[in-house]
């Protein structure tokens, strides 16, 4: 592809990611605010720009195989680990910004499970069988990513057990 094309689509790619995020909490926001409508407007609208990003992402090559895809997924969230959190959080501390010291705590502890599940299922998919995992339990706290029932408190943040969503 033409390098002016792809930087544009890689833009565009991240800008419609972005906007399917936001119009989700948005939607959760209109929806404890009782504004049911309009949290259905933002989950519409909030699919439409993932249809964008899917067809941006298409277009640039970035959906492979499956393994290839894993290989992507562990290379982003080794960088993760390694590099960009622990200095994001790093830079949150140094500058007594709670909040972000917060978040990027919990998104580094969770992305050191994402790496090691990837590699784990690569392993799988490498031998033509399909990932084993059980019921994975996802802290809506903190993103804290478990196999089978969910805690009673989450080791993370400390959410209780009701906070985890099964998938
Ligand atoms: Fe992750
Ligand atoms: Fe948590």
């Given at each position: ?5 792809q930087?544009?689509?890689n ?6 990611s ?110 033509g069988?399909d ?19 969910a ?17």
């Open positions: 592809m033409k390098e002016m094309t930087k544009a689509l833009e565009a790619f991240a800008g419609e972005m906007a399917h995020m936001r119009y989700q909490h948005f939607a959760d926001k209109a929806e404890a605010e009782g504004l049911g409508d309009m949290a259905r407007m933002f989950r519409a609208i909030s699919f439409a720009e993932r249809v964008h990003a899917g067809n941006h992402l298409d277009v640039l090559g970035g959906i492979k195989s499956t393994s290839d895809n894993i290989q992507t997924c562990i290379d982003g969230e080794t960088f993760e680990i390694v590099e960009m959190y622990p200095v994001y959080n790093a830079t949150a501390k140094l500058q007594d910004e709670d909040g972000a010291v917060r978040s990027t705590h919990y998104a580094l502890e969770a992305e050191k499970i994402h790496a090691d599940w990837y590699i784990k299922a690569r392993e799988a998919v490498e031998k069988q990932v084993a995992v059980g019921t994975i339990q996802i802290c809506s706290v903190c993103g804290h990513t478990r196999e089978g029932d805690p009673d408190k989450c080791p993370i943040c400390g959410a209780s057990k009701d906070k985890f969503r099964q998938f």
